[in-house]
C-alpha cells in the first residue's frame, strides 16, 4: 500500500502542472483559431467542385497576396489608434484622397518618388488634423473621422469631377504593383517591410508600450506620467501616414486613381484590425493579428467569388467579421484579464 502522504504530495505536484498544460493548450487554441479556420477554408474550398480548378494554384494565390498589401497597410493604419481605445474610421477616405493627389501629381509630370512623398505627406496632414481635434479640441474620434471622412469625400469629388486619374502613370510604378520576383508579389515586400516596423514600434519602442497602457486604462496611464495626449496625437498622425502610403501603393497596383476608392477599403480594415484581437494574442490588437484577419477574410472572399457568390456577400462578411471582432476582443479581453 501506498503511504496517503506521499500520494497527496504528488496529487499536488501534479495539480499544478497539470493546470499550466491545459492553460498552454487553451491559450495556444485561442491564438491561433483564426488560422486553423484560414487554411480549413482554403482547403474547403480546394475541393469544392466550383473551385476545385481555380481556387488552389499558384495564379489565384498570387491574386489573392497582391490585392491585400493595399488592405492589409489600410488596416494597420485603422489598428494603431484603436491600440489606445480610438477609432479612425477615415483612414479609407485618407487613401482616396492620397490616391488622387499623388495619380494628379504624376500626371502633369511629376516623378514618384516626389508624388510618394506628396501621399505620405497629404495622409500624414489628415492625421494632424485629426489628431488635433480629438486631443486639443476633445472631440469625439469616433465623430471626427467620421466628420473627416466627409469632408475628404467632398474634396475628392470636387477634385476629380467624379473621373479616374489614369493618365502619365510612370510604366516603373505600375510594374512594382503588377509585378512578381520568383513568383512573389513586389507589393507584399513593401507590407512586409510596414508589418515589422509597425511590429517594433508597438513591442520594442516606449511609444508602442505607452499606447498599450493608455488602451488599458487611460487615467492609470496619466497617474504615472504618461503624457496620454501626445501619444495619442502621434498615433493618429501615424495612421494618417500609413493610410497615405497605402494610397499610393494603390495608385502602382491599379495605374491610377479612382475616386470612389476609398470606401472599399474602409469596412474591410476595420474588421480586420477589430478581428485583430482574436489571434496570435487573443484579447489584444495586435499586429499580426491583423495580417492574419486580412488574408482569412481574404481566403473566404475568394473562394465565394471563384464559387460564383453575390457581389453583396462580401459586405455581408465583412460586416459580420466587424460585429465578430469587436465582440471577441471583449470576451477574450476580460479572460484574459
Not at 265 to 284: C, E, H, N, V
Amino acid at each position: 500500500m501506498s503511504d496517503p502522504t506521499v500520494t497527496q504530495v504528488r496529487k499536488t505536484m501534479a495539480g499544478p502542472s497539470t493546470s499550466r498544460v491545459t492553460g498552454l493548450i487553451i491559450r495556444y487554441a485561442e491564438a491561433y483559431t483564426l488560422v486553423g479556420l484560414m487554411l480549413l477554408i482554403a482547403a474547403v474550398f480546394s475541393v469544392l467542385p466550383a473551385t476545385s480548378e481555380t481556387f488552389p494554384t499558384a495564379a489565384n494565390l498570387r491574386i489573392v497576396i497582391a490585392n491585400q498589401t493595399v488592405l492589409a497597410i489600410v488596416a494597420l493604419a485603422a489598428f494603431i489608434p484603436l491600440i489606445t481605445n480610438e477609432f479612425d474610421v477615415s483612414v479609407g477616405a485618407n487613401l482616396g484622397l492620397a490616391s488622387i493627389l499623388a495619380a494628379s501629381a504624376m500626371s502633369i509630370g511629376v516623378p514618384w518618388p516626389i508624388a510618394l512623398c506628396i501621399a505620405a505627406g497629404v495622409g500624414a496632414c489628415v492625421g494632424v488634423v485629426n489628431g488635433l481635434l480629438i486631443t486639443w479640441a476633445g472631440i469625439n474620434s469616433l465623430i471626427t473621422t467620421l466628420g473627416t471622412s466627409i469632408i475628404i469625400h467632398g474634396i475628392v469629388v470636387w477634385k476629380t469631377n467624379g473621373v479616374s486619374i489614369v493618365s502619365n502613370i510612370p510604366p516603373a510604378l505600375t510594374r512594382f504593383g503588377s509585378g512578381a520576383v520568383f513568383g512573389v508579389p513586389l507589393p507584399l515586400f513593401a507590407l512586409l517591410v510596414v508589418t515589422f516596423a509597425i511590429a517594433y514600434l508597438a513591442y520594442h519602442t516606449p511609444f508602442g508600450r505607452y499606447m498599450y497602457a493608455i488602451g488599458s486604462n487611460a487615467s492609470a496611464a496619466r497617474l504615472v506620467g504618461i503624457n496620454t495626449r501626445r501619444i495619442l496625437f502621434r498615433s493618429f498622425v501615424l495612421a494618417g501616414l500609413l493610410a497615405g502610403l497605402a494610397g499610393f501603393l494603390q495608385v502602382s497596383r491599379t495605374g491610377g486613381a479612382n475616386p470612389r476608392v476609398g470606401e472599399a477599403f474602409t469596412l474591410p480594415a476595420l474588421a480586420a484590425a477589430f478581428l485583430s484581437a482574436a489571434s496570435i494574442r487573443p484579447g489584444a490588437y495586435n499586429v499580426f493579428g491583423v495580417i492574419v484577419a486580412v488574408f482569412f477574410l481574404a481566403t473566404l472572399n475568394s473562394g465565394l467569388n471563384l464559387a460564383g457568390a453575390d457581389v453583396y456577400v462580401n459586405d455581408l462578411i465583412n460586416g459580420c467579421a466587424l460585429i465578430l471582432g469587436v465582440g471577441l476582443a471583449r470576451f477574450l479581453g476580460r479572460n484574459q484579464g
